[in-house]
DNA sequence: CAGATTGTTCATAAAATAATGAACGATCTG
DNA sequence: CAGATCGTTCATTATTTTATGAACAATCTG
């Protein structure tokens, strides 16, 4: 039980190392996710730490993460103490999940620090303001691009 | 000349820093392209240094990386024989210059990845396979949307 | 051409990020 | 209740990423 990789599943485990890779998420977080991908049964802490060969630490925390936007879902396994987790196969809980923990935050700080810029712009020589507010219009116009973006993709992954 | 920079300077210099940082660029591209962004005039390799308190070889990197994507436009200053950059200010040209660069290969990548992996699945026991089989296209469904999703999102960031 | 100036590269240093594993608290088991 | 089992936390270590700056090549200047 418990054996190491296989060669599929190191490749399907490469595949997800690299989505985290690309949303700035650790390495080890791609890799629980990709083995609870490809697992037909639920897997334990323990058997993770096995098969990815990985400290239990980083084993709690990579599910931990996971948890945190739904991309893995706790499951009850009758008659063992341990918990058990599958991986959360429907795209769209996943990505909103992901936009709400990890991006959101950050999409409102910006907002705060426009409204701090408005203020410092008052102080500026008028050539200078001039452009300067030109150009924190532009910025505004990104930042609602971007928010009016979101939702939309949001919703162009359709519900399965 | 080229003094520290201002309050609001660094107020928009952080907004980009985020920005870097949610995009896996090193803190210093960010810099540099805020101070750009909001610089009138175009500025040189000295200029940003110093106005940055940065290395010269982090400033000449981040500025390969930014022209590497279009993110900067290098401009001719008569009389002078250094090189000039002003911020390319239509985000569209930016994130197609960024998608292009830095996301595109990393999906073809994937593509292949999966071609493989359909050719290990055959050496599955029966019921795993089938198991597998499922995941893996649902896989390949992602994949899709994805690539779908991406021309769009760069048709929605209209121009101008 | 000799000397300056400018931008790039790359080995090294510094800083940031992730992984480890021992210590701990909580829960179960007999 | 005493011991065992589990999962989490966090100080430390290891790894990866980024910044530095000296060396260099290319170009200009008189």
Redesign the interface.
Known sequence: MAAALS??EK??V??FV?IA??L?LPRSVGELYGVL??S?EPMCIDDLMRKLKISKGSTSQGLKILRSFGAVNPVYVAGDRRDFFTAE?E?RKIVAGFVNEQ?RP?LN??KE??M??ES??I??TP??KE??AE?ME??Q??QK?AN??LP??LN??KPE
């Open positions: 060669e599929l490749e399907v490469n595949i690299r890779g690309l700035s991908f490809i037909p196969a795209l991006i950050h700080n910006g620090r426009m701090r810029i410092l712009l102080e500026e050539d200078r452009f300067i150009r532009r910025l116009g990104w691009r009016a973006l939309f993709a162009f992954i």
